[in-house]
């Protein structure tokens, strides 16, 4: 892992392989935003020469100069935010982006330095954390990993600030979201014959042994007796059987509760409708949402968050082995519901369907279900943008401002009631497909039937995140995201349980 450092030193005096800088457009001009460290004829310089091969200052835009006056660093690095003014508060996401396009780009490298805009404990975070983000391979399956292949080993933020609690702090709990992203990106990455329900459910069990958060695990006989329908029915094609991992973080001082559920499909072949072969290339990540999940729940125990946290893995294979689910069969769910099988490739929602109901059963203040779960949620959002659907505006509202808050991308998306009743069945309670139009909210619409009541007999507050698009990243990289596993919505649940403090 990366390793972070603060200081306050100036630009000629920290002794660094490369020096990142940032830039901004102003006026049709490409000038360096202002940061810490800095000299004149150091900016005086490269706003010369960023104006004469015509740079502009756009995200993604890096710029490699040499020979650059006012700096020990033999390589300077200028990256663009694409913000027209001088950084603000406001503005971490482009921060994060741009510093983490720049030290993506500079693997093999020993040690970087980033000089941070302004004197902001924010902003110095901001830095922290797109410098981490960015520095990030998955090489466990390479048999001689070059030497430029790994990432920066070493980065210092350059920061005014460097000195303070909060520029302090801020870099701690960049290390921590950045480490636990990466956990999350790692279980992604690995391939599924290496990565399948009993063996996630030990990388859960090995990671957080000896932390705050305690670890249970139902096995295929527990959960037939608990009338688990939904994993068992999905799980059974497989020659590995499903497991249910319940994480449980229960800080002393807590007095809100928060349950996350995450789809962890170790690998989808559409079970009997079976998927086109090109579609199943990236289906390992079909277990994204439950490995966004473990890495919340250890980040969150890690920043020590007074609030308590029960988390549900549903890990299940879905394979089409001779005793595999057959379109038409009924299964009972845990919560005594039964479902009616059609379409063996929608199969994420069945064993969300489990854990939403154990989930309840706890009756928490509110429930998140996080799962790539629809590709109607790609063709309305793209792959850049989760769906966020509930069955309460405020905490869906509340989900939205936290993804936001982090720099993760998520759209409000309407439970529409008309398309419920196409899912009617005539053998049993319901079936766990609608029509072909508006998926992403038929598939919400099944998961809402699992959710139940709290004290007040009112449904427990519920909010559904659909990371279909941004959990997995199939182009080219782009900012802090590596191509591949992206760790897409650990930050967000960190930032909504931390909310709800």
């Known amino acids: 892992m990366t390793t972070l450092t603060l200081t306050d030193k100036d630009t000629a005096a920290l002794k660094a392989d490369v020096l990142v800088l940032l830039s901004r457009t102003s006026d049709g001009d490409t000038r360096l935003v202002t940061a810490h460290g800095v000299a004149a004829e150091t900016e005086e310089h490269i706003n010369a020469t960023l104006a004469a091969i015509g740079a502009k200052g756009r995200l993604n835009e890096t710029t490699k100069l040499t020979g650059v006056p006012g700096v020990s660093a033999p390589l300077v690095v200028v990256s663009g935010t694409s913000l027209e003014d001088e950084p603000q508060a406001s503005d971490h996401e482009s921060i994060r982006q741009a510093v983490g ?37 998955f090489n466990a399956y390479r048999s001689a990993p070059k030497p430029s292949s790994e990432p920066v080993a070493k980065v210092s933020v350059i920061s005014s600030a460097a000195r303070t609690a909060a520029a302090k702090a801020a870099a701690k709990r960049a290390e921590v979201l950045a480490e636990t992203q990466a956990f999350a990106r790692d279980l992604v990455n690995t391939p599924p014959n290496d990565l399948y329900p009993e063996s996630f459910a030990d990388k859960v069990k090995k990671r957080l042994s000896g932390t705050k958060v305690k670890v249970s695990v139902m096995e295929e006989r527990a959960l037939a007796k608990a009338n688990c329908g939904g994993l068992i029915g999905v799980g059974q094609g497989s020659a590995r059987p499903p497991r249910l991992v319940t994480l449980t973080y229960a800080p002393e001082k807590a007095t809100r509760h928060v349950a996350i559920v995450g789809k962890g499909i170790t690998f989808d072949s559409g079970g009997l409708c079976l998927k086109p072969a090109t579609s199943m290339i990236t289906m390992k990540c079909d277990m994204a949402g439950a490995a966004a999940a473990v890495a919340a729940v250890e980040a969150l125990a890690r920043l020590g968050t007074p609030v308590a946290v029960t988390a549900y893995l549903c890990l299940a294979e879905n394979m089409t082995g001779s005793n595999a689910q057959r379109p038409g069969d009924v299964v009972t769910m845990h ?29 928490p203040d509110v429930v998140v279900d996080i799962a790539t779960l629809t590709g109607a949620a790609m063709m309305a959002l793209g792959v850049r943008t989760a769906a966020v659907l509930s069955n309460n505006d405020d905490a869906r509202e509340r989900m939205v401002t936290a993804a936001s808050r982090v720099g993760e991308r998520q759209w409000a998306m309407p439970l529409a009631e008309e398309l419920r009743p196409p899912m009617d069945s005539q053998v049993a309670d319901f079936k766990h497909t609608g029509e072909k139009h508006g998926g992403m909210i038929t598939a919400a619409l099944f998961l809402r039937e699992f959710v139940g009541d709290n004290a007040d007999g009112e449904q427990i507050p519920w909010v559904h995140v659909d990371i279909a698009g941004p959990a997995f990243n199939s182009d080219g990289a782009h900012g802090y995201t590596p191509t591949g596993a992206t760790g897409y919505g650990v930050r967000s649940l960190v930032s909504f349980a931390e909310a709800n403090v």
């Open 101 to 137: 396009a720049a030290i993506r780009g500079l693997k093999g490298t020993q040690h970087a330095a980033v000089a941070v805009p302004g004197p902001s404990s924010e902003l110095a975070g901001a830095v922290a954390e797109g410098a981490l983000f960015g520095a990030y391979a």
């Open 335 to 363: 919560n005594g519901k039964t479902v009616e099988i059609i379409n063996t490739d929608a199969e994420g929602r069945l064993v969300m369907a489990d854990g939403l109901s154990f989930a309840s059963e706890i009756t």
